[in-house]
């Protein structure tokens, strides 16, 4: 018998509580959200993530990056803005390696990052963006995060 797959949309609407078992979801989709929510909402929501997946189960993420406009121009995007590392902070290992040492963090994501360019980049030697990437703003425009529960 095969198992069902399931998966959860966040939205704006449900971002602030999820109504979901734990344990109980393969794949979450949260696109575009987490920008929208303050700081303090921004780490419920992870942890609320990390109750409601099974093992191994995946959240998947996008968000504007920090070098980009988008991430700054939006009058309803809370601040701060997105980078890799605040993602890493939910990563067990990370944490001992940096000495960060959060007491209520319980969660331990692995993390895959990929990213969002302006479209004249993706044309260009991967030397040349990943030059630009580090330099330039407005390269990146957002960062697409995988986090995996372990």
Same mark, same amino acid.
Not at 106 to 127: P, Q, R, S, T, V
């Given at each position: 018998m095969k198992k069902k797959f399931t998966k959860l949309e966040i939205t704006l609407k449900n971002a602030k509580?999820? *109504? &979901? $078992?734990? =344990? @109980?979801?393969?794949? +979450? @989709?949260?696109m575009q959200i987490l920008q929208f929510l303050t700081i303090e909402e921004r780490i419920r929501l992870i942890e609320?993530?990390?109750r409601v997946l099974k093992p191994d189960g995946k959240a998947v993420i996008s &968000?504007?990056?920090?070098? *980009?406009?988008? =991430?700054? @121009?939006?009058?309803?995007v809370k601040w701060p803005p997105f980078h890799e590392t605040f993602f890493c !902070?939910? #990563?067990k290992k990370w944490r001992e390696e940096n000495k960060i040492t959060h007491p209520s963090f319980k969660i331990n994501f692995e993390y895959i990052f990929g990213y969002?360019?302006?479209g004249m980049w993706n044309l260009k030697a991967?030397?040349? /963006? *990943?030059? =630009?990437? /580090? !330099?330039?703003? #407005?390269? +990146?425009?957002?960062? !697409?995060?995988?986090? +995996?529960? $372990?």
């Amino acid at each position: 018998m095969k198992k069902k797959f399931t998966k959860l949309e966040i939205t704006l609407k449900n971002a602030k509580k999820l *109504s &979901v $078992k734990t =344990a @109980s979801v393969d794949e +979450i @989709s949260c696109m575009q959200i987490l920008q929208f929510l303050t700081i303090e909402e921004r780490i419920r929501l992870i942890e609320e993530f990390y109750r409601v997946l099974k093992p191994d189960g995946k959240a998947v993420i996008s &968000v504007p990056y920090w070098t *980009s406009m988008k =991430a700054v @121009s939006d009058p309803f995007v809370k601040w701060p803005p997105f980078h890799e590392t605040f993602f890493c !902070h939910f #990563n067990k290992k990370w944490r001992e390696e940096n000495k960060i040492t959060h007491p209520s963090f319980k969660i331990n994501f692995e993390y895959i990052f990929g990213y969002g360019m302006d479209g004249m980049w993706n044309l260009k030697a991967e030397e040349a /963006r *990943s030059f =630009a990437a /580090r !330099h330039y703003l #407005n390269v +990146i425009f957002d960062l !697409h995060v995988t986090l +995996i529960k $372990k």
